[in-house]
T-cell receptor
């Protein structure tokens, strides 16, 4: 059982380029989340999805978009990357009412 | 929204006890979580409190006072492998988590 996988592990990207970070879970969890983690700021929620077909905005959604076509996949897209989007991105999932979120291994993104 | 405060760093000796405090201000409270994160790795779940009181799980315990907006994580019998960041997170009525910046604990031999 893999749990949650993310791809790529790391990426260096030129500013202005489009990039999609992939996230897949095999636990049949209803809810999925995208966070970014920056030094001194902790984890901040970008977007979330409570169930397939629905998405919502978190604390820092600008410059990012998501889709949830099915239960397992929750890709995060940067339409036109900017240097301030340099960060470590974590995907997570949970049952709708469960106590814990399970996190993927993260994607380290550098925008130059 | 949520305002979550925890100390930036703490240092303790192997075998000792360390208490990490977390205070929060929230517009809607639906539980408090503690996560452990080793450097370069993903956060992993440690504990969950939704009612006042102490939850004990082996060497780790977590306490919650909702009226005071206060929680602490207690780590007993510290081991070198406990050197990590500890994240306090508050869940709101929409089941979304807001995280504190994390407390880096360094365990010395």
């Amino acid at each position: 059982i893999a749990g949650i996988t993310q791809a790529p592990t790391s990426q260096i990207l030129a500013a202005g380029r489009r990039m999609t970070l992939r996230c897949t879970q095999d636990m049949r969890h209803n809810a999925m989340y995208w966070y970014r983690q920056d030094l001194g700021l902790g984890l901040r929620l970008i977007h979330y999805s409570n169930t397939a077909g629905t998405t919502g905005k978190g604390e820092v959604p600008d410059g990012y978009s998501v889709s949830r076509a099915n239960t397992d996949d929750f890709p995060l897209t940067l339409a036109s990357a900017v240097p301030s989007q340099t960060s470590v991105y974590f995907c997570a999932s949970s049952d709708w009412e469960a106590s814990e979120q399970f996190f993927g291994p993260g994607t380290r993104l550098t925008v130059l | 929204g949520q305002n979550i405060d925890q100390p930036t760093e703490m240092t303790a000796t192997e075998g000792a006890i360390v208490q990490i405090n977390c205070t929060y201000q929230t517009s809607g409270f639906n539980g408090l979580f503690w996560y452990q994160q080793h450097a370069g790795e993903a956060p992993t779940f440690l504990s969950y409190n939704v009612l006042d009181g102490l939850e004990e799980k082996g060497r780790f315990s977590s306490f919650l006072s909702r009226s005071k907006g206060y929680s602490y994580l207690l780590l007993k019998e510290l081991q070198m492998k406990d050197s990590a960041s500890y994240l306090c997170a508050v869940r709101d009525s929409d089941y979304k988590l807001s995280f504190g910046a994390g407390t880096t604990v360094t365990v010395r031999a």
